[in-house]
């Protein structure tokens, strides 16, 4: 039910898109109307989000890292799986960002005779996360000369780089081919990897689905629909520049195209997709490993409420402590001797 959810569900918006891509009277709520709302939701939607989270507290010091600290000079410290300043996380985050440096180091771990637990490198998750992401990115910036006149510099000669290749009439772009053929592997390994299919919900598998989807229509529109481009500009354009125009000969598979991908726009904020923008803001990433240097204050700490040291706390505590057979850094002190009346008595 993981999967048949996101399937049924991929295949209703498909179903809706091409139904109402039949009709001109319906083809100006999906092809403009829809995308408009999506596109203000994903805005509206991305920035409160990240505002949510610059506004959280984070009451600990919790970087992760992987590597020697920075201590004593002639023991050699891990800059960047260690940060000790702001210029190394800010190299660190580089690193994360473009380069996917984390999933570089992943490894898998094997039980073999003996029994023996072996640990060796396992860069598949990294290669096919890279070049989806970067693919995907080089379809998005391909796709804005639908929506800039004159089309911005540059995007001619990232096209004839995509496209180098030369195969076929109209161009098959290589980062259409690694965009689909990566989407098919993260989507296969959550379903033959116990370990990943097991922690897997359906909504990890829905947006991959719903991705396919996209860059499967999309294709068919370039390579067998053979669909109006020149139309479908004059549909951008106008939503672009609020003049609202309905060409209306455009091929249903457009509109299919643009349901799915509005429905992308408007899932991304509320999803795990976020993680986009929260890596920014994730301190596990972001915060130097300082903190025997640099002391570091909860903002959580309530400025009426005086710091309770260890020495304090045993000393109001002590007592107990010792009743309890907890060990204290300082004895009680003796007790007093009775007065001899109370002897007597």
């Known amino acids: 039910m993981k999967v048949l959810r996101p399937i049924i569900a991929v295949s209703l918006l498909i179903l809706v898109g091409g139904v109402l891509g039949l009709s001109q009277g319906t083809q100006m709520l999906v092809g403009v109307i829809l995308p408009s709302i999506a596109f203000l939701v994903f805005i509206v939607g991305f920035i409160r989000k990240v505002l949510d989270w610059s506004k959280s507290p984070v009451p600990f010091k919790i970087p992760t890292t992987c590597g020697q600290a920075k201590s004593l000079d002639f023991i050699k410290a891990d800059r960047f799986d260690c940060p000790d300043s702001k210029s190394d996380v800010i190299v660190r985050m580089f690193l994360e960002v473009f380069l996917f440096r984390s999933l570089f180091r992943n490894t898998k771990a094997e039980m073999h005779d003996g029994p023996k637990i072996t640990y060796g490198a396992n860069l598949w998750l990294w290669l096919f996360g890279i070049l989806f992401h970067y693919s995907f990115l080089t379809v998005v910036i ?78 068919l529109m370039r390579h067998y629909f053979r669909v109006d481009v020149v139309a479908i500009k004059q549909l951008t354009m106008g939503m672009v520049t609020l003049n609202w125009t309905n060409p209306g000969n455009i091929h249903p598979v457009f509109f299919i195209h643009v349901v799915l991908v509005s429905t992308l726009m408007m899932y991304f904020p509320f999803s795990k997709l976020m993680h986009m923008g929260g890596i920014f803001f994730s301190p596990t990433r972001n915060m130097a490993n300082n903190s025997r240097a640099v002391r570091y204050i909860n903002p959580w700490n309530d400025p009426n409420i005086k710091p309770h040291s260890y020495a304090g706390y045993e000393d109001e505590f002590r007592e107990f402590m010792v009743d309890a057979d907890i060990p204290v850094d300082k004895p009680l002190p003796p007790k007093a001797a009775e007065p001899e009346e109370a002897k007597e008595d």
């Open 142 to 219: 391909r796709h804005m000369r639908l929506f800039t006149e004159p089309v911005l510099p540059g995007l001619g000669f990232l096209e004839f780089m995509d496209g180098f290749v030369q195969i076929g009439a109209p161009v098959l772009y290589q980062s259409d081919l690694i965009f689909l053929g990566c989407v098919v592997a993260l989507f296969v390994r959550r379903l033959i990897s116990p370990q990943v299919k097991y922690i897997s919900l359906g909504s990890d598998y829905f947006p991959l689905l719903l991705i396919f989807a996209i860059g499967a229509t999309g294709m």
